[in-house]
Structure formats: structure tokens, C-alpha cells
């Protein structure tokens, strides 16, 4: 990916989108035209609540706890804290 995202040049041969070498192009604009949606969630070390506001954008305290009370999250949550 970091060949791709032009973070590195490879060392021999090249990389090219529409038969045009990555090296052609404007660093800049390229990663504005890109995006990167890695399939593994990154979880910091905090509760989940505090995680799910994190990623939440301009959500609440109770409106987070809404959405996870509709949810499997709060299920498993309580399950966990019974055990």
C-alpha cells in the first residue's frame, strides 16, 4: 500500500494506473484522488464507549449509547460484565 499511496518509489520497475507511471504524477493531487479502508478495526486502549465516540464525528454521550442499546454491542457488553 505505501507504494501506492507514493510514500515510496520502488527501487526497480514501476507502478502505473492508466498506463501512467505513479512518478508522473503530482503527489499531492494523487492522494486526494485515493483512499485507504483497512479491514482491520484499530481498537485504543480505552472502554469500548469511549472507542465508539472516537469514531462516532459530532455524536454524543446519549446518542451514542442509543445507537449501541439497538445493537449487539450492548447485549454482549452486559453478557460480559454478568460473567
Same mark, same amino acid.
Given at each position: 500500500?505505501?507504494?501506492?499511496?507514493?510514500?515510496?518509489?520502488?527501487?526497480?520497475?514501476?507502478?502505473?494506473?492508466?498506463?501512467?507511471?505513479?512518478?508522473? $504524477?503530482?503527489?499531492?493531487?494523487? +492522494?486526494?484522488? !485515493?483512499? *485507504?479502508? #483497512?479491514?482491520?478495526?484499530? $481498537?485504543?486502549?480505552?472502554?469500548? +464507549?469511549?472507542? !465508539?465516540? *472516537?469514531? #462516532?464525528?459530532?455524536?454524543?454521550?446519549?446518542?451514542?449509547?442509543?445507537?449501541?442499546?439497538?445493537?449487539?454491542?450492548?447485549?454482549?457488553?452486559?453478557?460480559?460484565?454478568?460473567?
Amino acid at each position: 500500500m505505501s507504494l501506492i499511496e507514493r510514500f515510496y518509489d520502488p527501487l526497480a520497475g514501476h507502478i502505473s494506473v492508466d498506463g501512467v507511471d505513479l512518478r508522473e $504524477l503530482n503527489v499531492h493531487a494523487w +492522494r486526494q484522488r !485515493i483512499g *485507504l479502508v #483497512s479491514q482491520e478495526p484499530v $481498537l485504543f486502549n480505552a472502554s469500548v +464507549r469511549d472507542n !465508539i465516540l *472516537l469514531g #462516532s464525528g459530532d455524536k454524543d454521550v446519549t446518542e451514542v449509547r442509543s445507537i449501541m442499546l439497538r445493537t449487539v454491542i450492548w447485549h454482549r457488553m452486559i453478557a460480559v460484565d454478568e460473567t
